[in-house]
């Protein structure tokens, strides 16, 4: 079975600087990693994709994630936060890519302030 | 780009009434989700559908719930006799195989349920 834990809920950051969101996930088969962001009042928008391909993976908006096998991470980081990053995070795990379903984590909220 | 859509973007309804949601896949796409999240928590899985059945089902989807495609271009999800704990937003998406296993599923922006 799979599952996703994102650690800490919300995440204060200064606009300028680095953005670190983590996910950690559990899967007994290689697993499908995505990170959907949620703006306020809006559906889930796809941030970037892990698929074995890369891992290192660079995603929409300036993100970016890396695929650690080995500590069972795909952490979300951005250099540079600015004020429209402000949203819900969510990590989502598939045991088989799109066509099964996703398991979310619990959601990291991240406010940037000036 | 294509999008799924869903109707309405807001549902009030009385407790015990019958609420159905619509959505509309992206029209080449053959496997259709619904995924609910109740206000400050994280999205759940509900069920799954694919060549005119469900696939897959969490334990949330109990025999309240049901899903149709009653044509070519919608996908509902029904709940017979709503209970306050109903009230969540509900997220349908799709995916199409041919876009292969590395492609993600496409989501709506929802249908926010209120059960009063």
């Known amino acids: 079975a799979q599952s996703v834990t994102q650690l800490g809920s919300h995440v204060s950051v200064s606009e300028g600087a680095l953005v670190l969101l983590r996910c950690n996930y559990s899967?007994?088969?290689?697993?499908?990693l995505f990170w959907y962001v949620q703006y306020p009042n809006q559906g889930l928008q796809l941030l970037l994709k892990y698929t074995s391909a890369a891992t290192l993976v660079k995603g929409i908006n300036g993100f970016e994630a890396e695929f650690k096998k080995s500590e069972t991470s795909f952490h979300l980081t951005k250099p540079s936060a600015h004020m429209s990053d402000a949203a819900e995070y969510f990590c989502?795990?598939?045991?088989?890519?799109?066509?099964?379903?996703?398991?979310f984590g619990a959601g990291t909220r991240l406010a940037v302030h000036p | 780009e294509p999008e799924v859509t869903q109707t309405p973007s807001h549902q009030v309804t009385q407790m015990g009434q019958e609420v159905i949601l619509r959505c509309v896949p992206i029209s080449n796409h053959l496997y259709f989700y619904w995924y609910r999240q109740i206000l400050g928590q994280k999205v759940e899985f509900l069920v799954s559908?694919?060549?005119?059945?469900?696939?897959?089902k969490s334990e949330i989807f109990d025999d309240q719930f049901s899903v149709e495609r009653p044509d070519g271009s919608n996908f509902t999800l029904k709940i017979r006799s709503t209970k306050l704990e109903d009230s969540a937003m509900y997220f349908c998406a799709s995916w199409d195989r041919e876009e292969g296993p590395d492609q993600p599923q496409h989501f709506g922006d929802g249908t926010r349920l209120s059960i009063l």
């Open positions: 899967s007994s088969v290689p697993p499908y």
């Open positions: 559908f694919y060549n005119n059945e469900i696939s897959e």
């Open positions: 989502a795990v598939s045991a088989s890519g799109g066509y099964n379903k996703l398991i």
